[in-house]
């Protein structure tokens, strides 16, 4: 005997006949389970009216996790892997490839003020270069008019790289 599992239209169509009473006390048992679903709900009835305001939170609360980053490159590169953890759940939450830009410029912008520029532990110097290509691949993707504006930051951002970091290459990354 196998339970089934019903795809997401089938549950839309469920969910439309279902009195609003029912529907608050099915959205809160799901809230109880997970944690991810509570802050999820959260986001979308409090902060999801201003996108802006969350993302410059989100941009603090990295900023503080850099700062506290170990001297250390093994447990260095193990923060900055839990903060683009966050990152990523936040860039869900947002559900926009802008807020997800934005965070990863300034992930990167945070790396290169905290982290251990003479390092040669390869982890954390993969973390830098992965972010700068998803960033770079994010930026071809959007509209023509929204590549003008971010493409200007992200070749600062390169530029800075090349310069503050020896094994850095910009003429790898440019868009």
């Known amino acids: 005997m196998s339970i089934t599992t019903y795809g997401l239209q089938h549950i839309k169509k469920e969910i439309q006949h279902l009195p609003h009473e029912q529907l608050t006390e099915l ?12 802050e999820l709900l959260a986001y979308l009835l409090f902060e999801a009216y ?7 939170k989100v941009k603090a609360e990295a ?5 506290q980053l170990p001297a250390l490159s093994y447990h260095a ?4 892997r839990k903060i683009l953890r966050l990152l990523s759940k936040y ?3 947002a559900g926009s490839k802008q807020a997800e830009i934005e965070l990863l410029l300034n992930f990167c912008d945070n790396y290169l003020e905290y982290a251990d520029r003479r390092t040669s532990y390869k982890p954390i110097r993969l973390i830098l270069t992965r972010q700068v290509e998803k ?5 071809i993707k959007l509209h023509e008019d929204l ?5 200007e930051s992200y070749n600062t951002l390169i530029a800075d790289a090349e310069q503050k970091l020896g094994w850095f290459k910009k003429n790898d ?3």
């Open 27 to 38: 959205l809160l048992r799901l809230v109880r389970y997970k944690k991810e679903n509570k």
């Open 50 to 56: 201003d996108e802006a305001a969350f993302i410059e």
């Open 63 to 67: 900023g503080f996790m850099f700062s």
């Open 77 to 80: 590169a193990k923060g900055m």
């Open 91 to 93: 860039t869900k939450f």
């Open 135 to 139: 960033v770079r691949n994010l930026i």
């Open 147 to 151: 590549q003008f504006d971010y493409a």
């Open 173 to 175: 990354y440019l868009l």
